[in-house]
């Protein structure tokens, strides 16, 4: 098979895609979109994300040490698309795309209800990548949607319709 020069900006595809939420210390909820995600450790188990320094969540994230990260699923498109698209510095985004919000049970950030999987972590390093922080973080708590927790604890994700 014949084989061309490709670029290299996203030559692997991350899946699936996430809205990461945080809270600044003054209290100030965000969420945006983030295209670097996965998981780096099992043991203890640990994901990371890859935020560029100018978006407007970084510095919410870097001073309060915790972030979630919220996996998304097709009836939740249209308010990614618009997150992604959109930055706080511009606008209430969170008001305009009428983004529900809870509190987490171990950090202080917000979970995104409406997202079948959310992931809490508490920063324990990051690590400066180029264009982004890849910042590691330790999962303290997972919420999941009950349809798709089985006895042991496990998460069905081939019954999530990712985007």
Do not use: W
């Not at 795309?97 to 979970?111: C, E, H, T």
């Not at 972590?121 to 303290?140: A, L, N, P, R, W």
Request: net charge neutral; glycine share 6%.
């Amino acid at each position: 098979m014949e084989k061309s020069s490709a670029n290299m900006k996203s030559c692997l595809q991350p899946l699936p895609k996430v809205l990461v939420s945080c809270r600044g210390l003054n209290g100030e909820n965000n969420v945006l979109a983030v295209a670097y995600c996965g998981n780096c450790s099992y043991n203890p188990p640990m994901v990371m994300v890859g935020i560029v320094p100018t978006r407007y969540s970084y510095q919410l994230i870097k001073e309060s040490c915790c972030f979630v990260v919220n996996l998304v699923d097709k009836s939740y498109q249209e308010t990614f698309a618009y997150l992604g698209s959109h930055s706080k510095r511009d606008d209430d985004k969170l008001a305009a795309a009428k983004v529900r919000l809870a509190d987490g049970k171990k950090v202080n950030a917000p979970i995104l209800p409406d997202c079948p999987v959310n992931i809490e972590c508490t920063i324990v390093d990051s690590i400066m990548t180029g264009s982004h922080e890849m910042f590691i973080g330790k999962i303290e708590y997972v919420h999941a949607d009950a349809k798709l927790v089985d006895a042991e604890g496990n998460i069905d994700f081939s019954k999530i319709n990712f985007l």
